[in-house]
Structure formats: C-alpha cells, structure tokens
C-alpha cells in the first residue's frame, strides 16, 4: 500500500541524495528498478511513500541497502 505525505518527506530526500551520489537519472533507476519513472518523481517530492516492497527495489536499483533511505531520525 501506498502512503501519502507532504512535500520534504525525508525517505524522498533521501532516495533523492542516494540516486544523485550513484551518478543515475530518474529514467537510470527505472531500468535498473523497474519503478516507472514518474513513481519515482512522486516519491522524490513527497507526494507519495514507497511501500517496503518498492524501497527494497529502489535501494537494489541504486545498490544501497533499504535502511540508507528510511529516516533514522
């Protein structure tokens, strides 16, 4: 299930900072995740938070662990 939440949502931010330092484009973590594109800019603003399941795949896709894009704080 997919949550809702406003923009600045720090597992955004974070996903965000991960694909930026990996060098990828949002079209690069499509093809390495399979998240279509423009999930991924909602995820990014905060429009939207990935489920688990969906974080497990961003991480894979930018070859970080889960636990690098949840807030820990």
């Known amino acids: 299930m997919v949550g809702t939440r406003g923009a600045g949502d720090p597992v955004g931010r974070r996903l965000r900072e991960a694909r930026q330092r990996a060098g990828m484009s949002q079209t690069d973590l499509e093809a390495a995740s399979g ?8 995820y990014e603003n ?18 970080v662990k889960p636990g690098e894009l949840l807030d820990r704080g």
């Open 35 to 42: 998240i279509p594109k423009p999930r991924i800019s909602r």
């Open 46 to 63: 905060g429009h939207i938070v990935p489920s688990i399941p969906v974080l497990r795949k961003l991480a894979a896709g930018l070859g």
